[in-house]
């Protein structure tokens, strides 16, 4: 069975509560009728209710009336939501006439049923841009416990099975910390191990990436990805991981025993790495588009639940593959 069948398997087998706050966007409601019909997930979606319905009708859809709809103009809830933002929000200087205002914001509500329990993950930006999303999911939702830091992986699917496990990788961090420190680099390297392993379903060999290989350059650099990976050792040893290594020692047999022999992860990397956000932004979108890559993701992770964000140039089969692995990590984060 593919990584998706066997996702969609896991999300249909424990179903989880997805909210999408931009529930009048016409992809994300195509999407959730798609969802809805297959038992992906049990559907939240905010926005404008009346819009909503007659989106639904104009577009033939059949299920969005099993989906609950939560009009935050028109919500009577919205205190217990207003509420809860004031109190997380008030130390940083937010007045309550402020949270009632932003409990009306469908992204900021979408959040907040996350945060209350009343969802179990949420997954946006299909029109909202990365940081207007990340925002409110980084004040409220927060990291879990021993992560400081969101970072987002990209499951890439190689044609050439030759690499990672079978084809398949996992890349990170390409979507949010620009200039991580060397203890979130560590960070992002643990986060990724364990995406590559629940979500991604490989065994995770994790190269932190450099452009030195085991000594072969000296620089500032080099040495903030050598203890990152001594730091990511010590606090897991039960991954396997190593750095600093270039890219092709890290996925290249040949190049990795000649430049790295001692190295057990050298050559057989399936789980990269990158130094910093614009390496990893870069790398993928290349790997994409000069090597063919499917790539799935980002998948953001390291939040205490699941929030998930989007492109905007997202197709509505990439909004049901990402609701599908935010309700495989909700699940994964209740083992
Ligand atoms: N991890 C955890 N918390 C964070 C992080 C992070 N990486 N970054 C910021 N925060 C927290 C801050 O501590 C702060 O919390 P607080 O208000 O409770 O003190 C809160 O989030 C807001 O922080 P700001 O400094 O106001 O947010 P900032 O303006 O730095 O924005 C953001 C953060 C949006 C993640 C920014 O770093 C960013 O834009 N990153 C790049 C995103 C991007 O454009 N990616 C590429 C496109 S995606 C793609 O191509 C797939």
């Known amino acids: 069975m593919d990584l998706i069948e066997q996702i969609k398997k896991n999300a249909q087998a424990n179903k989880q509560r997805i909210v999408l706050p931009e529930g009048d966007e016409p992809r994300t409601l195509k999407a959730a009728d798609q969802l809805i019909a297959d038992g992906i997930a049990d559907i939240i979606l905010v926005g404008p209710a009346q819009k909503i319905?007659?989106?639904?009708?104009?577009?033939?859809?059949?299920?969005?009336?099993?989906?609950?709809?939560i009009d935050p103009k028109d919500n009577p809830n919205k205190m217990k939501y207003a509420e809860l933002l004031y109190d997380i929000r008030k130390s940083k200087g937010m007045t309550m006439e402020q949270a009632e205002e932003l409990a009306e914001n469908f992204m900021y509500l979408g959040v907040l049923l996350v945060k209350a329990g009343d969802a179990d993950g949420l997954v946006s930006g299909a029109r909202s841009t990365t940081g207007d999303m990340l925002r409110p999911a980084l004040q409220i939702i927060k990291t879990s416990p021993g992560v400081s830091c969101v970072s987002g992986a990209f499951i890439m699917f190689l044609p050439n099975d030759k690499y990672g496990t079978d084809g398949?990788?996992?890349?990170?961090?390409?979507?949010?910390?620009?200039?991580?420190?060397?203890?979130?680099?560590?960070?992002?390297?643990?986060?990724?191990?364990?995406?590559?392993?629940?979500?991604?379903?490989?065994?995770?060999?994790?190269?932190?990436?450099?452009?030195?290989?085991k000594g072969s350059a000296k620089h500032e650099d080099v040495?903030?990805?050598?203890?990152?990976?001594?730091?990511?050792?010590?606090?897991?040893?039960?991954?396997?991981?190593?750095?600093?290594?270039?890219?092709?020692?890290?996925?290249?047999?040949?190049?990795?025993s000649s430049k790295a022999p001692n190295s057990d992860v050298a050559g057989k990397?399936?789980?990269?790495?990158?130094?910093?956000?614009?390496?990893?932004?870069?790398?993928?979108?290349?790997?994409?588009?000069?090597?063919?890559?499917?790539?799935?993701?980002?998948?953001?992770?390291?939040?205490?639940?699941?929030?998930?964000?989007?492109?905007?140039?997202?197709?509505i089969d990439d909004i049901y593959k990402l609701v599908a692995i935010t309700c495989n990590q909700a699940i994964a984060q209740k083992q």
Do not use: H, W
């Open 53 to 69: 319905k007659d989106m639904a009708v104009e577009f033939e859809l059949k299920n969005i009336d099993k989906a609950c709809i």
């Open 168 to 213: 398949r990788m996992v890349f990170a961090d390409c979507a949010v910390t620009p200039v991580p420190t060397t203890e979130q680099l560590a960070e992002i390297a643990i986060c990724t191990a364990d995406t590559a392993k629940n979500i991604a379903k490989i065994d995770p060999a994790v190269a932190i990436l450099s452009f030195s290989t």
């Open 223 to 256: 040495d903030k990805v050598i203890e990152a990976t001594r730091i990511a050792k010590e606090r897991r040893p039960d991954i396997l991981l190593d750095g600093e290594l270039q890219a092709d020692a890290a996925i290249v047999p040949s190049v990795g």
């Open 269 to 315: 990397a399936n789980t990269l790495v990158f130094p910093r956000l614009e390496v990893g932004n870069i790398a993928y979108k290349l790997v994409q588009r000069l090597a063919g890559a499917e790539a799935v993701g980002p998948v953001l992770q390291g939040f205490a639940k699941p929030c998930n964000d989007l492109s905007r140039g997202c197709s």
